[in-house]
């Protein structure tokens, strides 16, 4: 089995209400969980970040579904690669909200004074998403969302 790692990054519609960010997080542990895949997505007011990580056909078939969702647009891979060992291991699907991640580490990543994740090569997204998660260790160990 083909062990894979893509990072995506949209910008969410209209469309896209507390509501239903819940039922994406709610619909994605469920799902993510039974597929073998992990990983983490980071949200802004504008913009997701999302990284998954599984066996390589679940991942291709599950990022194409995730492209034609009408909840975001512009949908723009940044890595995708073959590896060995996943960086977010124990999460169907980690959640972070960016206005809880620390303004430090958004100004290290940000250029000319802004934050742009549409700007990010894959390894400056890989490298953000592994910053936040470790920064966020307590609250993420409290969502219930362990893979087996
Ligand atoms: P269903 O159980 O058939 O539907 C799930 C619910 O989502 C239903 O209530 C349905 O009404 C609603 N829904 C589905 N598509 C839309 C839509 N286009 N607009 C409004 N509501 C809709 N899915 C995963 O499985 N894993 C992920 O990691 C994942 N990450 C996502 C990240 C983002 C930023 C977005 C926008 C979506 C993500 N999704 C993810 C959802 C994915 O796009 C599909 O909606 C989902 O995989 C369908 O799974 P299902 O057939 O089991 O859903």
């Keep these: 089995m083909k062990l894979v790692r893509l990072i995506y990054v949209s910008i969410m519609t209209e469309t896209c209400d507390t509501e239903a960010l819940e039922q994406i997080l709610k619909v994605s542990r469920r799902n993510n969980a039974e597929k073998d895949v992990t ?3 980071c949200y802004d007011p504008a913009m997701f970040l999302q990284c998954l990580e599984g066996p390589r056909n679940v991942v291709n078939e599950l990022y194409t579904s995730i492209a034609r969702d ?8 940044l890595e995708y690669a073959e590896v060995s060992e996943r960086l977010f291991g124990n999460w169907s699907m980690a959640f972070v909200s960016m206005h809880t991640v620390d303004p430090a580490t958004v100004t290290r990543f940000s250029q000319n004074g802004k934050f742009n994740a549409f700007m990010f ?13 470790g920064q966020k260790q307590e609250s993420l160990a409290l969502q219930k969302t362990m893979h087996p």
């Design 70 to 77: 009408t909840r975001h647009k512009n949908v723009t891979l």
């Design 39 to 41: 990983g983490i997505l």
């Design 121 to 133: 090569s894959g390894a400056e997204a890989g490298n953000f998403l592994m910053e936040i998660a």
